[in-house]
Structures are given as C-alpha cells and as structure tokens.
C-alpha cells in the first residue's frame, strides 16, 4: 500500500507543524501533501523548509473541499487520507488504516481524541438510515479512501462550505463501498476555550443539509423529516434561550427566516445537482469538475 496524506490548511502555522511532526513518526514512508491558503502566517516558508513534505499546494479559495480535492488531484498513493491540520495522529494510525485497507475495506475513519479541562473526550461510529441506506459516517478530516473509492464519488463536492465529509459519506454508501471505523485511526486534538465551536451560521447550516439530502435522494419523505426535525429542535434550543435572557426574539426570528431561507436555496440547488448526476455526472461540483484549483505547486 503506498499511503497519500493530505492536509489542508489554513493560517494554522503552529498546529500544522505538530500535526507533521507527529504524522512524520507515526507515517515516514508516506507521501505528504500539505494544501495551503490562502494563509497569511508564514505557513508556505515553514512547509518548504520541511523535507517531510513532498508536495505544496498553494490555493486561492477560503473551501475546505477545494483544498481536499486539491490535495487529491495531485497525491500519487493509492489510499489517500485527509487529516485537519490542528489534529495530531496518534502512534499506530497508519498502520490501522493499512490494516483495515488489506482487510477489504474501501474506506476507513476513526475517532477524534480531544483534550478538555476533566480529561479528555471521543467519539464513536455514527451511522444513519435514509432512503433504506444504512450510512456509516466518515470523518473527512481523518479518513482515508482507496483511489478507487475517491475516483468512484469523486472526491468532496466544493459546493458545500459546510457538511462535505456527510455528503461524501451519503455517496460512498451509494457505491456500496465498505466502510471501517477503526479505533487505532485515532487523532488527537484540543478543544479551545469557546469550546471549539463557531457561532452557529443557521442559513449556511440548512443549506447545506438540503442540498446534501435533496442532491443525494430527491424529495423522499425521510430526508424531508430529518430535515424539519433537526429545525424544530434547533429552533427550540434557541426559544429557550430567549427565555432565559441569553438571545433576543428577535435574534429568533431572524434566525428562523435564514434557516427557511437557506432549505428553499439548498434544496433548488440539491436538486438541480441531482439531474446533473442524473446525466452522468456523480458529483457535478467534484473532483473531476476542473483543474484550476492549484495557483502554485511546489514538489520538494
């Protein structure tokens, strides 16, 4: 097996270079591919001096699924993993993920350790039927796929800001593709003093869940549930917080006319992208779709 490590980056200086200090221990005969951009840190200087970087990819898009398919279009190996630049893999991560490959898997993924003030948290294998597909969730930013794999969904659709790693998991069960979730492909991180957590953006939120679910199963009555029920129970967390002084109603309801708006855009756009893979096209904002996403490559 010849392992292809992908990492995008942005303005992440600092926990980039943990995260290849401990990928060079744990991986040293792997092909590594750092994506960057556009940082402003001194991230491009501190790459090229590595010699455990093989390529850099210097893109323009603020896209985390324009830098994996970027990372994707120029990685050699025959498996190619995606790891998050802040996240450190753990001793025995390739070697699980060979493992699982040798085993017959297509895919693997695995838990994210992260470190918190009581001790430390993880996550366990997340799966979802919809449409009468069991779905197995794969962490896109610490998973690996077969070429074949990556070829067959055509790698993260760059339409989504959001909810690339779910929508490439819909279609990898589409395919029929086996799926691994191995413990010892383990990953650790930290959790920062917000939690790690962005303020929610509830417009780019919905959007993107229904063009995921409308692209990869039309209009279906289960995508249809999941999706107003994961609105009723969003909208009533905030409800709450009104009450107990933390928002405003009128933070609530401006937050409810985005969640409205960005269902009606993420489905027109879900399903205009579905007749497009209906005409042939798998992931008609994938990997296949150009070849422009590089401004710079650096072989070193």
């Not at 350790?113 to 997340?126: I, P």
Request: charged share 25%.
């Amino acid at each position: 097996m010849h392992l292809s490590v992908v990492v995008p980056t942005l303005n992440g200086r600092e926990q980039l270079g943990r995260a290849l200090d401990a990928l060079a221990e744990d991986a040293p005969d792997a092909e590594v591919v750092v994506v960057n951009g556009p940082s402003s840190d001194g991230t491009t200087g501190m790459v090229r001096e590595r010699e455990d970087v093989d390529v850099l990819v210097e893109i323009s898009e603020r896209n985390l699924n324009v830098a994996r398919n970027a990372g994707a279009q120029v990685a050699s190996g025959d498996v190619v993993a995606f790891l998050r630049y802040d996240l450190v893999v753990e001793a025995g991560w390739a070697d699980a993920i060979e493992t699982a490959i040798e085993g017959g898997s297509d895919v693997v993924t695995g838990p994210t350790h992260r470190s918190v003030r009581a001790g430390v948290t993880t996550e366990a294998r997340e799966t979802w039927t919809v449409g009468g597909r069991e779905v197995t969730f794969v962490n896109g930013d610490n998973g690996a796929f077969t070429r074949a794999a990556l070829e067959a969904v055509d790698g993260f659709d760059e339409y989504l800001e959001t909810g690339g790693s779910r929508d490439v998991s819909h279609r990898v069960a589409a395919n029929d593709f086996e799926v691994a979730w191995d413990a010892g492909v383990c990953v650790r991180g930290e959790v920062h003093a917000d939690g790690g957590r962005a303020p929610a953006d509830w417009g780019s939120k919905y959007r993107s869940l229904a063009y995921r679910l409308s692209k990869n199963y039309g209009v279906r009555p289960s995508p249809v549930y999941h999706t107003a029920k994961t609105a009723i129970v969003d909208g009533a967390r905030a409800l709450r917080d009104v009450v107990g002084g933390a928002s405003t109603p009128s933070v609530w309801l401006e937050n409810g006319k985005r969640v409205f708006s960005g269902i009606a855009v993420g489905t027109k756009d879900g399903l205009a992208a579905r007749k497009r893979a209906a005409a042939g096209s798998q992931n008609p904002n994938g990997l296949s779709s150009r070849a422009d996403r590089a401004v710079t490559k650096y072989e070193q």
